[in-house]
């Protein structure tokens, strides 16, 4: 594959999983959306049925790699890095332009949401709030659109569970390919994958709100903090590093497991 | 393909889409389903699953394209125009069968919801509000099982949306070729598109109802229009051009970007 | 096929059909169940996948058919029916054992339910109930775990509700062959088919419960009538034939159109 | 395969089960888990498709058996006992492993959940009940989240639960092989499994929260009553046996109507 495809490739690619992942999130959280209050199940197959929308899209042009986590286990695996920053950059890129077209698609939800006294706070109340976090200024409400975020903030267990759950998601990749060995199948990989991410969802999300992908956390915390929007409040950059060194970790470790048991 | 094959396939398969489609939405929506209150996850598999059945249907006999912008893709990135009109008026008859049979297969609960006062409002309610609306009759309490409409209406922003959801769609459909080439997995297409379509649904769908198919949104309202419900209010023709043009448009970026990128 | 192949196949498919099936009934409807409440995506995904694991236990030894309605719409479009009568005795006897089987699994479940005066009723309302049907007994509280039932009771609107549900499965699993013809991929078609199960449920299940199977309905009603259950009420008989003759002649609707534009 | 390679993917196979299955329980029932209450569909789905990741994770290893009642069923149905004690060992280890795990993804909502007074009760509370269960134990507050309990407590009827949807679990996956014949779709057989077991888990999990497997159930028991958890209360030892046997006879039964009418 040409750099110009993969780079390509993965900027779609990414840019759609965002907006997918994020539209799911927004449609979950934002007033006037049919789908508010549809919950943590439509939150897990909607990141799901992203990833499966993105890799499907981006495989012909990429292989669909959509995350850093996966680019860096497979440069572990195979020993092949020349490709990898183009990858990383087009990933990084179709994270920040997806995550800016969650905001256009759900403009009008957005401005309704963010403009609700009820949501929001009133001005005092958001005034006296500002003061306080001067120092600190917590997550905004509607951050968790954008990023993950921790349910109980303590630094060493929210890196765990993201290495948990990313090791899960790295192990489940690598041996796609044992499985789709001479069986023609390497096609149902995009599927088998996606619901592979709704497991993981389901049944590790629940602490930290599964990054699992450093692209798909980084990308859009930085658009958060870009965006216009009214009343945003703080970007939480403070837990920005854990869903990143995590999936690396997580990565990493899946990548050892791999070339010890299976390769 | 014969035109005849293909304007049997389309009527057929986009009858039997917007019968299970629109049928979601009664399901959910309407007094005295055994559905009713099931929400948006319901709607969301209802709709992809919908897709799933008209596609394996009249996939023999047309190759399923069963949506104006999937055929103005195709004919835009293959060159060929000629059965378009086929395509398209199957499509747009086979619509308006399949929101009709809404209508008979749930005949009674249909009856039950449009004549309870506290759904539909007292005969003086009716009156008051109908004097009000002479000049611009307001969307009625069933026309979201028929068509879209918006949360926030604002022309500009649910075009957008809807070119927004409409571009992933084509993007996913104009690629499964590319994916299937050389695997014998065309078949599995059908299943891949109905889950992309459960992912716009989650993702997308919040703001306008995600048309992201002129014949799915058109025909249904023509029929709202003719069908003799009780208290049936507006047809919201105003609004009626945007899951038109919004998902022609989004269906004319796709395939732009496809023939640029990807062909 | 043999007949013995063919009748324990349909025996045993249509038993783990009715046992997944109803079970999901009884797992979202009695007291003192885990899932109780879990609502109309858990029925109708419940019997989608009810329907999957009966077509690949069963297809093996008779080929799936595991529905008089399925049966009868392939004697339409093959001509042969020699081996029908094997079938169709194959889905009743199966359909009893899979509502009995229900009832060994949710024993527990059951003797709670129906033995609880808010949900039964005490016995004084119970004598005055009975008094009143003594000519025409209401379908029981636990009835929809065997049989269906409709919302608004008119036999004409659930008849055609009925027809039209199962016209969709039939075309659906009709045109299965055509779509599998020469990919070698005949496998996917119990998958498929339980997804289009799915979207049945989710979208015309609404007023009459989806039969679209007289064997799925007259079977588990008969064990109804037999079951030692306390308090069971009534087996609706009145409306056994409703789910009994609409699925055959949507059977027969849909074996005519596949005859003429598809085969 | 070699001994070194079935114990290895047997373990990490039945960690990652017993990891995302335990999972999604902790997920559902922590506090301060984004899950929190979203229900038994998330818990059907979470098990299936984590049954799915672990079978497509080891399956290139060791043939991803992953639960001892598949291991005897095909012991049963082959002949070949050889390797059967490398399977149960690999099995039961990797259920430690995988519960321990769900442990470490959820430390911070165990802790908050173990010292929440309206959870677990004051200290008054927990005294009194402690001097009371002196002599019998009852299950503790989060031990769903590591193995199974009945809702009605009654030993044959438990045990006759966990024999029915074993029963159904084991027939489909020796029938598996039937429908994978001639058609190289073997590796398809993952994913219908783990629509199986969504299957069991929404229509026969209502009463047990269907164990079906001894090691999914065993180890995490063992994990539970060793773990460091506050106020973690009882292991309900006396249930232990019933979801270990039961389900060995279910596979037994399977594994004979298979030798007697498929093999």
Same mark, same amino acid.
């Given at each position: ?7 390509? #490739? ?25 789908a508010r209050g549809a919950g943590w199940l439509a939150i897990a197959f909607g990141w799901g049925f992203a990833v499966l929308?993105?890799? @499907?899209?981006?495989?012909?042009? /990429? ?18 890095? /020349? ?9 990084l890129l179709g994270a920040m332009i997806g995550a800016a077209l969650v905001w256009v698609a759900y403009y009008g939800q ?8 009820? *949501? ?23 951050? #968790?659109?954008?990023?993950?975020? &921790?349910?109980?903030? %303590? ?9 948990? #759950? ?27 994958? !996606?619901?592979?991410?709704?497991? *993981? ?8 709100? @599964?990054?699992? %992908? &450093? ?9 958060? !903090? ?31 497991? @791999? ?5």
């Amino acid at each position: 594959m040409s750099s110009s495809d993969i780079f390509i #490739g993965e900027t779609i690619g990414t840019a759609v999983l965002i907006l997918l992942g994020g539209g799911v999130c927004a449609a979950v959280t934002l007033k006037a959306s049919k789908a508010r209050g549809a919950g943590w199940l439509a939150i897990a197959f909607g990141w799901g049925f992203a990833v499966l929308t993105a890799v @499907y899209i981006s495989g012909p042009l /990429s292989g669909a790699q959509l995350n850093p986590a996966v680019t860096i286990a497979l440069a572990l695996t195979s020993g092949v890095w /020349s490709q990898v920053w183009v990858y990383l950059l087009g990933q990084l890129l179709g994270a920040m332009i997806g995550a800016a077209l969650v905001w256009v698609a759900y403009y009008g939800q957005f401005q309704a949401h963010m403009t609700d006294p009820e *949501i929001v706070g009133t001005d005092e109340e958001r005034a006296a709030v500002k003061a306080v976090e001067a120092t600190e200024p917590a997550a905004g409400p509607v951050l #968790g659109i954008f990023s993950t975020g &921790p349910e109980v903030r %303590n630094a060493v267990m929210n890196l765990l569970t993201e290495i948990v #759950g990313t090791f899960v998601l790295i192990l489940a990749v690598l041996t796609q390919g044992l499985n789709a060995k001479g069986t023609g199948l390497g096609v149902l990989g995009g599927l088998i994958t !996606a619901l592979v991410v709704v497991a *993981i969802g389901l049944s590790l999300g629940g602490p930290t709100g @599964y990054a699992i %992908n &450093p692209a798909r956390d980084l990308g859009p915390r930085i658009v958060h !903090a870009l965006l216009p929007l009214p009343n945003k409040g703080g970007s939480d950059w403070s837990y920005a590093w854990v869903p990143v060194v995590g999936p690396l970790l997580g990565a990493a470790a899946a990548a050892g497991i @791999y070339n010890v048991a299976f390769a």
